[in-house]
């Protein structure tokens, strides 16, 4: 890549990446996400910045992303196929690229029943999968879907989500494989409570030469309280919750709760730090991006390494 990330150069140098997650507003308010971004420029390497996330309307991916670069940070354009075509998915790759966005993650998004505008139409004119194939197309060959040569390629690192916890789970493994081989460059996952599930699907991975083919960023989420910690696990799909993390946090006082939540968090992170495969960590801390740098430094993350310009 001609202008490599921040996050690509970071794990090309063999270091342990941290990245972050960034919920644009339900408004035009440009202050607002430039706030946010100030919270967690120096102690992340790249910025996550949500695609309407639960289906609910907010500043587009691609506005916000361009407001955190011009604030000197790396952002990562989420990108759902929920609500584009292949027509209008490539074209935002394409000026994604021409802003100087230099990541971007496939998903498939969440759908829109479960968002304020239920009755909107779902696209999935391509899946997360074939999206990802796509870009890869877009940036190695040139070409857009159908074989048509583009006039100048996009310049991206590409990077998928995965969820290690979906049942079965041998399934899981086989469809990280699918992205790993669409193009997939890095891989962000699931939050990770249960880790002893997550190492198996980290083995699982391994076993397939997958850890060695793309940078797995384990997903975490500091939990406020015990409420959130028991609606993660019976009402999200696809969350891991063990009971054993509930109990951790219904034994201390509702006042200390957030502060429990970041230090199950940064244990997380540091057991994380410790297992062959993965790559960096991805804190999903939307509406409490203030919690992020001390994550950062508990976890002996912080500073970060200091790169060249790419």
Same mark, same amino acid.
């Given at each position: 890549?001609?202008?490599?990330?921040?996050?690509?150069?970071?794990?090309?140098?063999?270091?342990?990446?941290?990245?972050? %997650?960034?919920? /644009?507003? &339900?408004?035009?308010?440009?202050?607002?996400?430039?706030?946010?971004? %100030?919270?967690?420029?120096?102690?992340?390497?790249?910025?996550?910045?949500?695609?309407? $996330?639960?289906?609910?309307?907010?500043?587009?991916? !691609?506005?916000?992303?361009?407001?955190?670069? @011009?604030?000197?940070?790396? /952002?990562?354009?989420? *990108?759902?196929?929920?609500?584009?075509?292949?027509?209008?998915?490539?074209?935002?790759?394409?000026?994604?690229?021409?802003?100087?966005?230099?990541?971007?993650?496939?998903? @498939?998004?969440?759908?829109?029943? #479960?968002?304020?505008?239920?009755?909107?139409?779902?696209? #999935?004119?391509?899946?997360?999968? $074939?999206?990802?194939?796509?870009?890869?197309? =877009?940036?190695? *060959?040139?070409?857009?879907?159908?074989?048509?040569?583009?006039?100048?390629? /996009?310049?991206? #690192?590409?990077?998928?989500?995965?969820?290690?916890?979906?049942?079965?789970?041998?399934?899981?493994?086989?469809?990280?494989?699918?992205?790993?081989?669409?193009?997939?460059?890095?891989? $962000?996952?699931?939050?990770?409570?249960?880790?002893?599930?997550?190492?198996?699907?980290?083995? *699982?991975?391994?076993?397939?030469?997958?850890?060695?083919?793309?940078?797995?960023?384990?997903?975490?989420?500091?939990? &406020? @309280?015990?409420?959130?910690?028991?609606? =993660?696990?019976?009402?999200?799909?696809?969350?891991?919750?063990?009971?054993?993390?509930? &109990?951790?946090?219904? +034994?201390?006082?509702?006042?200390? $709760?957030?502060?429990? +939540?970041?230090?199950?968090?940064?244990?997380?992170?540091?057991?994380?730090?410790?297992?062959?495969?993965?790559?960096?960590?991805?804190? *999903?801390?939307?509406?409490?991006?203030?919690?992020?740098?001390?994550?950062?430094?508990?976890?002996?993350?912080?500073?970060?390494?200091? !790169?060249?310009?790419?």
């Amino acid at each position: 890549m001609k202008n490599a990330s921040r996050l690509k150069r970071v794990l090309d140098a063999g270091e342990f990446a941290v990245t972050a %997650e960034c919920g /644009p507003p &339900k408004g035009a308010d440009s202050e607002v996400i430039l706030k946010k971004g %100030e919270k967690l420029k120096g102690y992340v390497d790249a910025v996550n910045v949500t695609d309407n $996330q639960t289906a609910i309307v907010r500043m587009s991916s !691609l506005a916000a992303c361009a407001l955190l670069k @011009s604030a000197g940070l790396d /952002p990562v354009l989420q *990108m759902v196929v929920r609500d584009r075509n292949r027509i209008a998915l490539q074209s935002d790759i394409l000026g994604a690229s021409a802003l100087g966005i230099r990541n971007v993650l496939c998903l @498939s998004g969440d759908h829109q029943c #479960f968002g304020n505008q239920p009755q909107a139409a779902g696209v #999935f004119d391509l899946d997360s999968i $074939q999206f990802v194939e796509a870009v890869r197309n =877009m940036r190695d *060959m040139g070409v857009i879907v159908g074989g048509e040569a583009l006039d100048g390629a /996009p310049d991206l #690192f590409i990077g998928a989500a995965a969820n290690p916890f979906g049942d079965p789970q041998g399934f899981r493994a086989i469809r990280l494989g699918k992205k790993v081989r669409a193009g997939a460059d890095f891989i $962000q996952t699931q939050c990770i409570y249960n880790l002893e599930r997550f190492e198996t699907w980290l083995r *699982m991975a391994h076993d397939k030469g997958l850890t060695e083919k793309t940078a797995i960023l384990g997903g975490v989420t500091p939990l &406020k @309280s015990a409420g959130m910690a028991r609606y =993660m696990k019976n009402k999200v799909s696809g969350m891991d919750i063990p009971d054993a993390v509930i &109990k951790r946090m219904e +034994g201390v006082s509702k006042e200390n $709760q957030r502060e429990e +939540g970041v230090r199950i968090c940064v244990e997380t992170i540091e057991r994380l730090k410790e297992l062959n495969g993965v790559r960096g960590v991805h804190i *999903m801390a939307i509406e409490w991006e203030e919690a992020v740098a001390g994550i950062v430094e508990k976890a002996g993350l912080f500073p970060r390494p200091a !790169l060249g310009e790419g």
